[in-house]
């Protein structure tokens, strides 16, 4: 039989066991749960989406660049604008007394170029400034005066100008190409060579002479027109020459010219073409005394 002891100590032993399995059984029962419970805390169900007639937009607020931003800040200066320039070329003319026209060219584009300017059979050339810029006094042929300008790139315009008073003016034009050394010249009422009433370019009288072109260009076309207001308080006649200087640029060569004379608002042309002398002749004049008509000029 089994000792008081040994039997004590076997009731202990199973009692600690009892307990134990008990202990753990409750422990892993607790934690079966906790982490249950920790699942569905940590997924839950999601809610279904709603339908498309539960929804409703509400408290739009509309919103834009501040006005601020469109303006200069304070102390701030504005953009300059940017300038371009044009590469047109324009004319004007302009009626001036005397039956002349204020001619204006600009041509920006192109600075220093030869210009040629045409006008009722009448040419000449010349040269635009460094801006592009020309302008003359021009005696009129035309009472509607046309004035074509062209450059030597092949710009071009045209004027136009309505001139009054034409009719009371005599006009008479020599021109040439080239460095042929001619002049107009015009004795008033009887006048010798060199006294008061000897008119050319260099000396006006009754009328004037005006000299139209660049002689310092290659080949020049120059004209030098001769105006007399029939209004003048003299009468009697005007003797009119075309001369020629004998230089070393047309010695020993032929040498050509046109005039143009306008008489009682009738515009005529007469050519004319001539031998000069040898070089020997250097400084010596070849008159002309018949390339265009004298005036006859009566007092009303």
């Given at each position: 039989m089994?000792?008081?002891?040994?039997m004590l100590?076997?009731?202990?032993?199973?009692?600690?066991?009892?307990?134990?399995?008990f202990?753990?059984?409750s422990?892993?029962?607790g934690l079966?749960v906790?982490m249950?419970?920790?699942t569905?805390?940590?997924?839950?169900?999601l809610?279904g989406?709603p339908d498309?007639?539960q929804?409703?937009?509400?408290k739009?607020?509309?919103t834009?660049?501040p006005?601020?931003?469109?303006e200069?800040?304070a102390?701030?200066?504005?953009?300059?604008p940017?300038?371009?320039?044009?590469?047109q070329?324009?004319?004007?003319a302009?009626a001036a007394p005397?039956?002349?026209?204020?001619?204006?060219?600009e041509a920006?584009?192109?600075?220093?170029?030869?210009l040629?300017v045409?006008?009722?059979?009448?040419?000449?050339?010349?040269?635009?400034?460094?801006?592009?810029?020309?302008?003359?006094?021009?005696p009129?042929?035309a009472?509607?005066?046309?004035?074509?300008?062209?450059?030597a790139s092949?710009?071009?315009?045209?004027?136009?100008?309505?001139?009054?008073?034409l009719?009371?003016i005599?006009?008479i034009?020599?021109?040439?190409?080239?460095?042929?050394?001619?002049?107009?010249?015009?004795?008033?009422?009887?006048?010798?060579y060199g006294s008061?009433?000897?008119?050319?370019?260099g000396?006006a009288?009754?009328g004037?002479v005006?000299?139209?072109?660049?002689?310092?260009?290659?080949?020049?076309?120059?004209?030098?027109?001769?105006?007399?207001?029939?209004?003048?308080?003299?009468?009697?006649t005007?003797s009119?020459?075309?001369?020629a200087?004998?230089?070393e640029?047309?010695?020993g060569?032929?040498?050509?010219?046109?005039?143009?004379?306008?008489l009682g608002?009738?515009?005529t042309?007469?050519?004319?073409?001539?031998?000069?002398?040898?070089?020997?002749?250097k400084?010596?004049?070849?008159?002309?005394?018949n390339?265009v008509?004298?005036?006859k000029?009566?007092?009303?």
């Amino acid at each position: 039989m089994l000792s008081k002891q040994v039997m004590l100590t076997s009731a202990l032993t199973l009692a600690c066991a009892l307990g134990i399995g008990f202990f753990m059984q409750s422990s892993g029962t607790g934690l079966a749960v906790s982490m249950a419970g920790r699942t569905a805390a940590a997924d839950p169900e999601l809610p279904g989406e709603p339908d498309a007639a539960q929804l409703r937009i509400e408290k739009i607020t509309l919103t834009s660049v501040p006005a601020a931003a469109n303006e200069l800040e304070a102390g701030s200066q504005p953009a300059e604008p940017l300038h371009t320039v044009s590469c047109q070329m324009t004319a004007a003319a302009e009626a001036a007394p005397i039956a002349m026209v204020r001619l204006s060219v600009e041509a920006a584009c192109r600075p220093n170029e030869r210009l040629t300017v045409h006008h009722s059979g009448m040419t000449f050339t010349a040269s635009l400034d460094q801006s592009g810029r020309f302008s003359a006094q021009v005696p009129a042929l035309a009472g509607t005066a046309v004035f074509i300008a062209e450059t030597a790139s092949g710009s071009g315009a045209v004027a136009v100008a309505e001139v009054d008073g034409l009719d009371a003016i005599e006009r008479i034009v020599l021109q040439w190409t080239g460095n042929s050394g001619f002049e107009i010249h015009a004795r008033e009422f009887g006048a010798a060579y060199g006294s008061a009433g000897h008119v050319w370019r260099g000396a006006a009288g009754a009328g004037q002479v005006v000299r139209l072109g660049d002689d310092s260009q290659l080949a020049p076309r120059i004209a030098e027109i001769y105006s007399l207001p029939r209004t003048t308080s003299e009468s009697g006649t005007v003797s009119l020459t075309a001369e020629a200087e004998v230089t070393e640029y047309n010695c020993g060569r032929d040498i050509s010219a046109q005039a143009l004379q306008l008489l009682g608002g009738q515009l005529t042309s007469r050519d004319l073409v001539m031998a000069m002398p040898d070089c020997d002749a250097k400084g010596s004049f070849l008159v002309l005394n018949n390339l265009v008509e004298d005036l006859k000029i009566a007092t009303n």
